[in-house]
């Protein structure tokens, strides 16, 4: 086994080296290996012992060794020793104990030193898993700087500190367009342990990687004086986050804003020119929503649902628009910033409910009977009474299932209760309430 163990601890030290693996950890890998390969050259030789290996620490030697029990009455010869003969070998050996007999190792041939290989890179394998893992589990939260490595299908790998992390395509943000050995800001999300594919998961839509770069970014974020509170991301598009000052000298908003914009201009550009609303946290829900719909400027906050969390905000109706956003984005981010389900009117909106309630808008609005033809007609002649942008026959059908078949069905309807029918979002629901209040001559 000279030549088999010189090649074994040539390999240890380079393996560990590489690795970056305690050497103890592969020197154990080892001998198990040696054991199992031994295993299975005695067993072709009809011994089922119990096998045991050892390797020099200094020399490389290996020492196999079959473990076995000394009893009075020998009853499984490849596993027990009596106890006359063990003491011929160790006059000191006592029923009970275990003696290692050492093995003749020169016949292990190549098939139980492949084996062995075989299961010294498994064990290697588990042991730099294992190494990565608790290098990494600590480290989740934390933005790092990754070397980009190569490009798969779903995935671009990264390197992090020698270890190879995946940042998935879901996980990069649309304008993200890499080099190979470029270096990036990723935030890292998860560690797993039995993974095959690199264990080290990263984001660059994940909202922490945003509450790193201002902390890096803004001093009184990183000592402490300003508080992010939370933060939402509609990653590569648009971000919301709310900021408190434990120093009242100090404004939260400018501070993060920096001089003409430097401090948060210098987090847009890392993060691919996506929108950041920085948003100033108050203990007051009301205040908290109004500022969370930056830049909306809101008339009037009414918390008329407090338990329910659902909240009415009124706004100018030119500010209708803005306070809603794009595709809804303002308000849906602001939601979720301030963790309250947000409905927003318009305040000529507000006072055609107000004339409705009052009876002003028609002279008995409950009594007035829409013509017969258009109670009895069907959900897609919704269509023909109101021509609205956005409203197609699929729409009207699950207008008219949800229980608003026509324009007088529709007359009281509020924009949270047509926003509950698949397909509709909130600037088609206003536009079609305007469509039927101007149906019936308002």
Request: aromatic share 6%.
């Amino acid at each position: 086994m000279a030549n088999v163990a010189t090649t074994f601890f040539d390999s240890v030290k380079m393996i560990a080296a590489e690795k970056g693996i305690p050497e103890e950890d592969v020197f154990a890998a080892v001998e198990e290996a040696l054991a199992k390969a031994a295993d299975k050259y005695f067993n072709a030789q009809d011994f089922y012992g119990n096998f045991q290996a050892q390797m020099d620490r200094e020399t490389g030697e290996f020492h196999v060794y079959a473990l076995k029990q000394v009893v009075a009455e020998v009853e499984e010869e490849d596993l027990e020793i009596s106890l006359a003969e063990a003491q011929t070998l160790n006059p000191d050996a006592a029923e009970g104990d275990t003696l290692w007999l050492p093995q003749d190792t020169s016949q292990l041939g190549r098939i139980a030193a492949q084996a062995a290989k075989q299961v010294l890179v498994q064990k290697v394998r588990e042991a730099e898993r294992e190494r990565i893992f608790t290098e990494f589990a600590d480290r989740i939260g934390e933005v790092v700087v990754a070397e980009v490595k190569r490009f798969e299908k779903s995935a671009i790998i990264l390197e992090i500190d020698r270890v190879e992390s995946m940042l998935r395509r879901s996980e990069a943000l649309r304008g993200d367009r890499f080099d190979k050995g470029q270096r990036i800001k990723v935030v890292i999300v998860s560690v797993d342990r039995s993974a095959k594919d690199p264990q080290v998961q990263v984001s660059r839509t994940d909202p922490r990687l945003l509450i790193k770069l201002f902390e890096n970014e803004v001093p009184e974020i990183h000592d402490g004086t300003v508080v992010i509170r939370n933060c939402v991301r509609e990653a590569g598009d648009r971000a919301k986050v709310a900021v408190h000052s434990l120093d009242p000298d100090v404004d939260p908003v400018g501070a993060c804003v920096g001089l003409k914009g430097s401090r948060v201009q210098a987090i847009i550009r890392e993060l691919k020119n996506e929108k950041i609303d920085i948003v100033r946290y108050s203990d007051d829900p009301a205040q908290f929503i109004a500022n969370a719909l930056n830049p909306a400027k809101a008339i009037r906050v009414n918390l008329g649902d407090p338990e329910g969390r659902r909240v009415e905000v009124v706004v100018d109706d030119e500010q209708l628009s803005v306070a809603i956003g794009k595709r809804g984005q303002n308000v849906r981010l602001a939601a979720k910033l301030t963790g309250w389900n947000i409905d927003v009117r318009s305040e000529a909106d507000k006072r055609r409910e107000a004339e409705v309630a009052m009876g002003l808008a028609l002279p008995v609005p409950e009594a007035v009977d829409a013509p017969d033809e258009e109670a009895a007609a069907p959900a897609s002649t919704l269509l023909d009474t109101l021509q609205v942008e956005g409203l197609d026959a699929m729409l009207a059908d699950r207008l008219a299932a949800a229980g608003y078949p026509d324009a007088k069905s529709l007359y009281t309807v509020t924009a949270e209760q047509l926003m509950q029918v698949e397909g509709m979002d909130q600037d088609l629901a206003f536009r079609l309430i305007d469509a039927v209040q101007a149906h019936f001559g308002e």
